[in-house]
């Protein structure tokens, strides 16, 4: 009843820039805090950026600078402005979300499916 949709990924050269944004709906009661991860090929997947409910962010050091997350508390949206693309950028990008439902529980985890970026030459 949750979900999680990513867009805005693809494929751009080094220095580059991208947008991703990640949609949440369905039977929502709350979100708390929200975050973008990747994962490349061979490798685990790692926080990039988060965002709680009072706007708070972080952002990995390997991105910080270049990234910046931001949310449409309206639109159940986050996104995440990706500028200076380094080829070690590229990976799949998952948004997550902490999320209780309308049809009540506790707060859980979902995830998007994940939209996938390639920094190439």
């Known amino acids: 009843q949750v979900q999680l949709v990513e867009s805005g990924g693809g494929a751009v050269q080094p220095g580059g820039s991208l947008g991703l944004s990640c949609a949440a709906s369905?039977?929502?009661?709350?979100?708390?805090?929200m975050g973008w991860y990747r994962q490349a090929p061979g490798k685990q997947r790692e926080l990039v950026a988060l965002i709680d409910n009072d706007g708070r962010t972080t952002h990995v050091s390997s991105v910080k600078g270049r990234f910046t997350i931001s949310r449409n508390h309206v639109h159940k949206t986050i996104y995440l402005e990706m500028t200076s693309l380094k080829p070690e950028d590229s990976a799949v990008y998952f948004c997550n979300a902490i999320v209780r439902s309308r049809s009540g529980g506790p707060n859980l985890p979902y995830w998007g499916q994940g939209t996938q970026v390639t920094v190439s030459s």
């Open positions: 369905g039977t929502i009661f709350s979100i708390s805090i």
